[in-house]
């Protein structure tokens, strides 16, 4: 089956690829005891965003966006998790400030792309 859609071309895809490395990135300074909780529940959730594009993308228009929206709902979901690491002094107001924006970028660039799908 061809793909509908190359995702390593899509810019949606490129940026959550970006948004995981920065979470990795981050997830270093974390404290050992978040290993198991908030570490493993914020590395799945980045990586969710990028990999449901890319299994959505052989999909039909119609299925794509549904794997675009559970994309779009780890990304809502990361955005809790980094507040919470926020309020839990594991990131500066500055990191936050930068994942946020990045994330919410993101969003908007992934609700306008699956807009033109249906």
Same mark, same amino acid.
């Given at each position: 089956m061809a793909l509908r859609h190359n995702y390593r071309n899509l810019k949606i895809w490129k940026l959550g690829i970006s948004i995981a490395n920065d979470i990795s990135d981050i997830l270093l300074s974390f404290p050992k005891h978040e290993r198991f909780d908030l570490s493993s529940q914020m590395s799945r959730c980045s990586i969710s965003i990028s990999s449901n594009i890319?299994?959505?993308?052989?999909?039909?228009?119609?299925?794509? $966006?549904?794997?675009?929206?559970?994309?779009?709902? $780890?990304?809502?979901?990361?955005?809790?998790?980094?507040?919470?690491?926020?309020?839990?002094n594991y990131i500066t107001d500055i990191k936050l400030k930068l994942l946020e924006d990045k994330i919410e970028?993101?969003?908007k660039m992934t609700m306008g792309f699956q807009n033109n799908l249906v």
């Open positions: 890319a299994e959505g993308s052989a999909r039909t228009d119609r299925s794509f $966006s549904h794997f675009l929206s559970i994309s779009l709902g $780890s990304s809502f979901e990361l955005g809790t998790q980094l507040l919470i690491a926020y309020h839990r970028e993101f969003q």
